[in-house]
């Protein structure tokens, strides 16, 4: 079971990135990193090795903006150029950790062939708060002076947008684990059809619909498995989920998920300590 992980992050913070790339190591692993071209990434560059790369097509990510989009396609591409033949590739933020050991996260993949994991919720009917996203025009992946004036303007007089191509919008959380397969379905998919990235481009946080939307109306739609296998506390009502604390190493060790986000070694080091001795444990037992 072949792994190619591709972790998003926008720190220089070589420690957590080397911690997280250490916590699933293995020999069928590899290591693909989008480092945002805002940041500064001297710090990271002694993390590279023959199973960890830097993307090289790197571009400035911004929060809720397509964006993160284009980096997480870029980064695709470099993975597709590499031809090594990868069963799943794994998307990660650079805050997200392990929950179960690299083993039973490549035993739990090797068990599941041909999957896509990932939060595809219907829009219209189940996931309703993220409809202003799709029918609103929204800028925020533009850099230009004014453009929230203009955008205000636009969305009183003009009408509702409307997704292109008949598709039906699903979507979630944007971290999900697929195969090499679905990614080639995607990235050519967007290669052919301009209209839905350009669509995509004026949606707020596209990151968490596009990808689940266009494999939910491709002939893989039977592989998608409702569930991005992560673990993400939402309960405090912010615009970013909680950051873990040893406060939540019970409901993280309970929760049969393979991964979580998010952490940070400030807040998070003891329970990154505890996790890490349940998972050797778990093994032990086993």
């Known amino acids: 079971m072949k792994i190619a992980h591709l972790i998003l ?7 957590q990135l080397k911690r997280l790339i250490e916590s699933l190591a293995h020999p069928d692993a590899d290591f693909y990193i989008h480092v945002d071209l805002k940041t500064d990434m001297t710090a990271l560059l002694p993390l590279a090795n023959s199973h960890v790369f830097f993307i090289h097509n790197r571009i ?11 980096a997480t396609v870029n ?5 597709l150029a590499s031809r090594k033949k990868y069963d799943y590739v794994n998307l990660l933020s650079g805050q997200d950790y392990p929950l179960k050991s690299v083993q039973s ?9 041909g999957k896509a994991f990932m939060d595809a919720l219907l829009i219209d009917s189940e996931w309703q708060e993220a409809l202003p996203r799709l029918r609103k025009y929204h800028f ?13 303007t636009l969305n009183l007089f003009a009408p509702r947008r409307k997704m292109p191509n008949n598709l039906i919008p699903v979507g979630r959380s944007q971290w999900f684990t697929m195969t090499l397969k679905h990614i080639k379905y995607i990235v050519e998919y967007l290669q052919k059809n301009q209209d839905v990235q350009k669509f995509f481009e004026l949606t707020w ?6 990808f689940q939307t266009i494999l939910y109306n491709s002939p893989y739609k039977n592989d998608i498995v409702n569930d991005s296998m992560r673990y993400i506390d939402w309960s405090e009502g912010k615009a970013s989920p909680k950051t873990f604390t040893m406060k939540d190493f019970k409901p993280l060790v309970d929760s049969g998920k393979l991964f979580a986000r998010k952490f940070s070694l400030e807040a998070s080091t003891e329970l990154l300590d505890e996790l890490d001795k349940a998972k050797y444990k778990h093994k032990e037992l086993h």
């Not at 980064?75 to 993975?79: A, D, L, P, R």
């Not at 946080?205 to 596009?210: K, L, P, R, V």
């Open 105 to 113: 996260i490549h035993d739990f993949f090797a068990h599941n062939p």
């Open 60 to 70: 400035k990510v911004y929060w809720g903006a397509y964006s993160i989009v284009q």
């Open 9 to 15: 992050t926008h720190a220089s913070k070589p420690d």
């Open 205 to 210: 946080g596209a990151d968490e619909i596009i």
């Open 75 to 79: 980064s695709f591409y470099e993975i």
């Open 140 to 152: 925020v992946n533009f850099r230009f002076s004014g453009r929230y004036a203009l955008e205000k």
